[in-house]
T-cell receptor, first 120, second 112 residues
Framework: GAVVSQHPSRVICKSGTSVKIECRSLDFQATTMFWYRQFPKQSLMLMATSNEGSKATYEQGVEKDKFLINHASLTLSTLTVTSAHPEDSSFYICSARSLPGQEGFQETQYFGPGTRLLVL | QKEVEQNSGPLSVPEGAIASLNCTYS??????FFWYRQYSGKSPELIMS????GDKEDGRFTAQLNKASQYVSLLIRDSQPSDSATYLC????????????FGDGTTLTVKP
């Protein structure tokens, strides 16, 4: 159980284009999903908390107009990097928090495999 | 002071030894504690969770929690080269948001 998928796993794009990353919880429902960014040899940096049916909560210093988050259902959240630039190149990881009381699932975060973004 | 602190390492142990990873946290209201393993280039994987004081064992892994001293540790017995990874400590305040605060991680190398 506790499978979280991300698509695409890797993307290369030109500077100025927008990139959409999908995060899905495949076998459980998640009211909350988290988006992280990780640069090489650095720790996870929480970008935003995504709640189903409401606006995302962004961490300090993260531009909400640049990193658009849509949490359309209990199993899907998307992150769109708008007008991407080379400095946005990073490893983007989502995680999903299971709803309380779902048998077999701990009330913790389950991470997706990550999306490696390279902006040329 | 960081909310969750870990020694960055690298921590190096020989194969078969016990690896001991430590984590301290600053917020006394923290309720849930997690250890994640992250291999290079991969996303974190949950390996242990602990919620109450004492020890919790799962196979070769033992998590230890001491809320009075505000530390949580992870012991890996019979360390294997495949255990070589970065280990992240995460702490929840158990709010409705369920947001975890992560430490920077400790890099463990198990030498054959």
């Amino acid at each position: 159980g506790a499978v979280v998928s991300q698509h695409p796993s890797r993307v290369i794009c030109k500077s100025g284009t927008s990139v959409k990353i999908e995060c899905r919880s495949l076998d459980f429902q998640a009211t909350t999903m988290f988006w992280y960014r990780q640069f090489p040899k650095q720790s996870l940096m929480l970008m935003a908390t995504s709640n189903e049916g409401s606006k995302a909560t962004y961490e300090q210093g993260v531009e909400k107009d640049k990193f658009l988050i849509n949490h359309a259902s209990l199993t899907l959240s998307t992150l769109t990097v708008t007008s991407a630039h080379p400095e946005d190149s990073s490893f983007y990881i989502c995680s999903a928090r299971s709803l309380p009381g779902q048998e077999g699932f701990q009330e913790t975060q389950y991470f997706g495999p990550g999306t490696r973004l390279l902006v040329l | 002071q960081k909310e969750v602190e870990q020694n960055s390492g690298p921590l190096s142990v020989p194969e078969g030894a016990i690896a001991s990873l430590n984590c301290t946290y600053s917020d006394r209201v923290s309720q849930s504690f997690f250890w994640y393993r992250q291999y290079s280039g991969k996303s974190p994987e949950l390996i242990m969770s602990i919620y109450s004081n004492g020890d919790k064992e799962d196979g070769r892994f033992t998590a230890q929690l001491n809320k009075a001293s505000q530390y949580v540790s992870l012991l890996i017995r019979d360390s294997q080269p495949s255990d070589s990874a970065t280990y992240l400590c995460a702490v929840n305040k158990n709010t409705n948001a369920g947001k975890s605060t992560f430490g920077d991680g400790t890099t463990l190398t198990v030498k054959p």
